[in-house]
């Protein structure tokens, strides 16, 4: 009788355990396989939906104040905190808590976009995806905005960790470290070096005329971009154009 309940226990554990290893096998229900992500217009507006989320959570808090402590003109007062203590004062390194978060969020911005980018890249290649022809100009959209989105994070990125642009060094000159592939799976020693400031610069333009081009379309009635989207490009693209000068450029 011992043997017979011990025999029982086993059983079930073993049952047990074996419908847990299935429960992990199955996808999260607000999440489904990348390879089946964008296969559909409702997964394009979702894709559409995460890339604009990045702005919510990229353009306040520290991603403003940062910068702004650094400033000359900015001065700690009796009871500062000593909030942003190290960047106000110019003492900080690369390990710095505030530093390592926006290095991180806006890479991974940026992994979020090329994700989208690869993704229409692969409409063709996939028989299939079904897409009407008004779809196909919707998708062509969102993903010029994409790579509005892009040229964004890699201009904010250059602001913060690269020198001023002078032309007669940007050839030698550390820009940042270029990614325009969605490589989920790259370890740590084969990320990408650091391009030259000029580099930089040109993908930042190539980005926002690849942007231009598609966003053109919209302004056939599909969404309001004169706006919110022509400003910000106007904003962005003069800043590399007129590289050192553009403070004073006249917009």
């Not at 004062?89 to 690869?118: H, K, P, Q």
């Not at 309001?224 to 917009?251: E, L």
């Amino acid at each position: 009788m011992v043997n017979m309940k011990k025999i029982s226990m086993i059983a079930l554990t073993i049952l047990t355990l074996g419908v847990s290893s299935c429960d992990m096998d199955k996808m999260p229900y607000d999440a489904v396989p990348t390879e089946e992500a964008l296969t559909t217009i409702v997964g394009f507006e979702e894709a559409r939906a995460g890339i604009y989320s990045v702005y919510l959570g990229l353009t306040g808090g520290s991603y403003v104040l940062a910068p702004e402590v650094q400033a000359d003109a900015f001065n700690a007062v009796a009871d500062f905190s000593n909030k942003y203590g190290e960047l106000h004062r110019w003492t900080f390194e690369s390990t710095n808590s505030t530093v390592e978060t926006i290095w991180s969020n806006y890479y991974a911005a940026i992994g979020r976009v090329n994700f989208f980018i690869d993704g229409v890249g692969k409409i063709d290649e996939n028989p299939e995806i079904e897409l009407t022809e008004t779809q196909r100009q919707q998708i062509n959209v969102y993903e010029g905005e994409a790579y509005f989105t892009r040229a964004y994070c890699y201009f904010y990125l250059a602001t913060l960790f690269c020198r001023d642009y002078d032309v007669a060094t940007a050839a030698s000159t550390p820009g940042l470290p270029l990614q325009v592939k969605y490589e989920p799976k790259l370890s740590a020693t084969q990320y990408p070096g650091r391009s030259s400031l000029e580099d930089t610069y040109k993908r930042i333009l190539e980005d926002l005329e690849e942007a231009e081009e598609r966003i053109e379309t919209a302004k056939n009635g599909i969404a309001d971009y004169d706006r919110y989207i022509n400003g910000a490009y106007v904003t962005v693209n003069t800043a590399p154009k007129n590289c050192g000068n553009y403070i004073t450029v006249d917009v």
